[in-house]
């Protein structure tokens, strides 16, 4: 039997990365990424993002005042398609389905490196163990679990690498023998130098850093082949058609600009860090060193030299992309990649880098050669290095991050350099040593069937190096699949699932949501694709906060609030702003959450209709006014008058009431939802969702303490007007 190293690779990855899979969004840029594949802007974020530093923030507003991502589309782009799946899954969570992303990449990752290893001409054994090693051994694993942008970068790279080596060798300068043959040959080399440069174009469309990657790519075919310019003009051609599209014109239709593209250099980001502690930091030191997080790699200078000597090209190629992608993110202000584990902005060259361990891999695997010390040196290494990765999912780094910051600032002020005890590593070993609850999706959330199913997909990697049998093959694909599935319907908690559903099936009518609340559970909700948050409590008068509040009040129609405040709260203007410039439609209590429906922007100059009642000796009506909008639904607005302080007893009702004088829909309420000015008249502005063609009178009346107060002296309690 021919051994299924690509369809084993799929399972033992995959396996292992749903069973160490988070269904939480964990970072800020992986939120930025997810909610612009979702609606296209980061209004949701707004709360978060108001809290990072400002040179740290995901979001700019552009030229229609929505907030969006200074991270590349890119990722977004190929997230796409898991949030099309997520509408077609039933009640799934969307935090859920979106982390099957990096698993993916990462698998197709390992995919392409072991293809690239054995056309380099190494054995099928030797290239599945540098793939496993890559997806299990290395930071791929910890990064699996998150939505970063830095796996995607590394997949591309890897292609990159490839294609390069296909035109190499591949290409002949001497003409076949066919015309035929010539011509298919020819369109063959063009075709893959525009790919080339379509997968550059995608990578600028990750951070504008990777074009530097194109002179080298380029230089690298020249070294190769003298009279390659065609192959470079076609190379450049794709990446400016690419990069051009996803960079240049999305930051002219976002900001009006080509060359905007939402980074904050003005605020502080930009290449400032001093580059030798931006390289130790990488490389060395406790907080990020690559060569304390994958021990794995100290053996690699020596890998390097043995590829070396079978092909100097590709590891000079190799050698050029590591250093400038450190030199790049050494200089970078936010070297250590924020609230991470290990070196994140390294990731995408580690792929490049394992290429190197195929004769390393080879040297083990051979029983004729070598000492036995260095083999056991290897494999202690290679157990060393997984072992950290798996300590690396075990928990959820910000705890750790935030603790640093708050106790240890001084120290962070040298970029942790050297204070090994504060690491990650260490974090988490403390942890695991005190029995904490994994961060593993299944063990937080209780979920047998979830450990059960990856554990399956597992076996099934297992069972094909015994019984590699066409039909295990695909029930183990079959098997995948529906371990993905189950992962991207059931990655919820019980709790935070009945909280999701009592909260969505709530905010009936769908409208837009405004919320004050940093809560990321909401990307959650299903139906309601535009979400604007704003961090509470804070000033109505912070300029970020303004420009998001105006944003999502600037249109009219339907609006839900939601909030942790208490009602009448001093603190929550953006309630009153809504209570006393807006309608009122209706208030619920769900999902641990108090969720007010308004109608925004509701006729401001009414036309009134003068009728006075008195209601007690405080309240008097001055006049009304009644507006239908289309067949959708009924405005009044009242024009109160009061002479005494309101007791905070009273409330009013409005019936809308039909040709039998039964309600048809009502309101109920404190005047103004609590927030009462300091003036002897207020207007209430109140929505009512119902055909207007069925309404034939209003009722309206005070009640205190639950009983009616009289109107104009009368015992009745209420006054009946006409529309």
């Known amino acids: 039997f021919i051994m299924p190293y690509r369809v084993i690779l799929i399972c033992l990855l995959m396996g292992v990365y749903l069973f160490t899979a988070n269904d939480r969004l964990q970072s800020a840029d992986g939120y930025a990424i997810l909610a612009t594949a979702q609606s296209g802007n980061i209004n949701i974020m707004g709360a978060v993002d108001y809290v990072l530093v400002p040179q740290g923030r995901m979001g700019t507003f552009g030229l229609d005042g929505n907030l969006y991502s200074k991270k590349g589309i890119t990722p977004s782009l190929a997230l796409a398609p898991l949030v099309w799946l997520n509408h077609l899954l039933p009640n799934a969570p969307l935090q859920a389905t979106a982390h099957l992303f990096n698993g993916i990449v990462s698998t197709l990752t390992a995919l392409v490196l072991f293809g690239f290893i054995v056309r380099l001409g190494y054995e099928k054994r030797v290239a599945f163990v540098v793939a496993l090693i890559f997806g299990l051994g290395t930071l791929y694993l910890v990064y699996a679990r998150t939505l970063f942008g830095e796996p995607l970068a590394g997949l591309l790279l890897m292609a990159c690498v490839w294609l390069l080596h296909l035109i190499h060798n591949d290409y002949s300068p001497h003409p076949p023998l066919h015309g035929e043959g010539e011509k298919e040959g020819a369109f063959s080399f063009n075709l893959q130098s525009i790919w080339v440069g379509i997968l550059l174009g995608l990578l600028a469309g990750i951070n504008l850093t990777y074009i530097i990657f194109l002179p080298i790519f380029a230089l690298y075919t020249l070294i190769q082949n003298s009279r390659r310019w065609k192959s470079i003009f076609l190379m450049a051609g794709g990446f400016i058609l690419m990069a051009g599209i996803l960079v240049g014109l999305l930051n002219l239709s976002r900001y009006g600009s080509l060359t905007e593209t939402g980074y904050k250099f003005g605020a502080g980001e930009g290449f400032t860090t001093p580059l030798l502690t931006g390289l130790y930091g990488l490389f060395f030191s406790p907080w990020r060193g690559i060569f304390l997080y994958i021990p794995l790699f100290w053996l690699l200078p020596i ?193 935070e699932r009945q909280k999701r559903d009592e909260l969505q099936s709530a905010l009936s009518p769908s409208a837009p949501i405004i919320a004050t609340t940093d809560d990321t559970a909401l990307i959650n909700l299903r139906g309601f694709g535009d979400i604007s948050t704003i961090y509470a409590p804070t000033s109505p008068d912070e300029p970020f906060t303004r420009q998001l509040w105006q944003n999502a009040t600037d249109n009219g129609g339907l609006r839900w609030f939601i909030t942790w405040f208490n009602p009448a709260n001093p603190d929550n203007w953006a309630e009153k702003a809504l209570f006393t410039q807006h309608a009122f439609v209706k208030e619920i209590w769900a999902g641990g959450y108090r969720a007010i429906l308004f109608y925004l922007n509701p006729p401001m100059t009414p036309n009134w209709i003068n009728q006075r009642a008195n209601f007690g000796d405080v309240v008097m009506l001055n006049r009304y006014s009644i507006a239908t909008v289309r067949d959708n639904g009924i405005f009044i607005t009242l024009d109160w008058g009061v002479s005494a302080p309101l007791p905070a007893d009273w409330g009013w009702f409005v019936h809308i009431l039909d040709a039998n004088g039964q309600i048809i829909v009502q309101q109920d309420r404190i005047p103004l939802g609590g927030y009462m000015p300091n003036e002897p008249s207020m207007i209430e502005r109140l929505y009512f969702i119902t055909p207007p063609q069925n309404m034939v009178s209003v009722r309206i009346g005070w009640v205190q303490s639950g009983v009616l107060v009289p109107v104009d002296g009368t015992s009745e309690g209420f006054i009946v007007i006409l529309p």
């Not at 792929?351 to 050669?369: E, G, N, Q, T, W």
């Not at 076996?459 to 295990?472: D, E, K, N, Q, W």
């Open 303 to 495: 890998g390097l030299v043995l590829l070396y000597r079978k092909n100097r090209a590709l590891t000079a190629l190799i050698v050029i992309s590591i250093a400038v992608q450190a030199v790049i993110y050494g200089l970078w202000w936010s070297w250590h990649g924020g609230v991470v584990w290990g070196a994140r902005f390294l990731l995408p060259i580690i792929p490049l880098a394992m290429i190197a361990f195929a004769p390393l891999v080879k040297y083990v695997l051979d029983p004729l050669s070598g000492r036995i010390m260095w083999k056991l040196l290897f494999i202690a290494l290679t157990i060393f290095s997984i072992g950290l990765q798996l300590l690396g999912t075990a928990y959820d780094f910000n705890p750790h991050e935030g603790v640093l910051y708050a106790v240890h600032e001084e120290k962070l002020a040298n970029a942790l350099m050297y204070h090994p005890e504060l690491s990650a590593i260490n974090a988490n070993l403390t942890l695991l040593k005190n029995s904490e609850s994994l961060n593993w999706w299944w063990a937080k959330n209780g979920d047998i069937l979830g450990l059960v199913s990856a554990i399956i997909i597992i076996g099934f990697g297992v069972l094909l190096f015994f019984a590699p049998y066409r039909l295990i093959r695909v029930g183990a694909i079959i098997c995948v699949g529906v371990g993905m599935a189950l992962f991207a319907m059931r990655g919820e908690s019980d709790v």
